[in-house]
Structures are given as structure tokens and as C-alpha cells.
């Protein structure tokens, strides 16, 4: 709460320092416009090319995570056919020996 009340106050006063600095600046207006509007273009470029960097970045890591995913359930689908078809081969063989065994108990 102390830390919150010091950064409003800072904030605060970094904002009528910048005020009173532009009102007080040696500079005509105009001139001073064009210096504010020059730092809020660079600004925003600035966040722009971040904003990108990382949206770059967070499709970047999704891309790998899908890739990454397909490759594991792709495994995984082949592990659980192999052993599919051991279970059938298995039946297979169990049912085949029941077969003899019941064919034994009819004579």
C-alpha cells in the first residue's frame, strides 16, 4: 500500500515536472508539438515492433507445441496399434485353443 501511494506520487510528479517543462521549454509551441509528437511516434513505434516480437514469439512457441503434439500422438497411435494387434493375435490363439478343448468335450 506505502509502495503503491510513493509510485502515484512519483508518477505524479514526473507528470507535472514534464507540464511545466513544456510550458516553461525556450522553444516556440509549435516546435515543442513537433518534438512531443516525434517521441510519441518513436514510442509507439517502439511498442509496435515489441508488440510484434512478440506475437512472433508466442506463434513461434505454438507452432513447436503443435508440432511437438502431433509428433507424440502420432507415436502414440502407432505404440497402441502394435499392441492392438497383439491382443488380437492373442485372442486369436486363445480362441483357437478353446475351440480344441471344446471340440474334445463333443466326443
Known amino acids: 500500500m506505502k509502495n503503491d501511494k510513493t509510485i502515484l506520487a ?3 510528479g514526473a507528470a507535472i515536472g514534464v507540464g511545466l517543462g513544456i510550458l516553461f521549454a525556450p522553444d516556440k509551441g509549435e516546435k515543442t508539438r513537433e518534438k512531443i509528437k516525434g517521441n510519441l511516434d518513436d514510442l509507439t513505434d517502439d511498442l509496435k515492433s515489441k508488440l510484434n516480437s512478440a506475437k512472433d514469439k508466442v506463434e513461434n512457441q505454438f507452432d ?3 508440432q511437438n503434439l502431433k509428433e507424440k500422438l502420432d507415436g502414440v497411435l502407432a505404440s497402441t496399434s502394435e499392441k492392438a494387434d497383439d491382443v488380437i493375435t492373442f485372442l486369436e490363439e ?3 485353443d478353446l ?3 471344446n471340440a474334445k468335450f463333443r466326443k
Open 10 to 12: 512519483l508518477l505524479a
Open 64 to 66: 513447436d507445441s503443435s
Open 99 to 101: 475351440k480344441k478343448q
Open 94 to 96: 486363445k480362441l483357437a
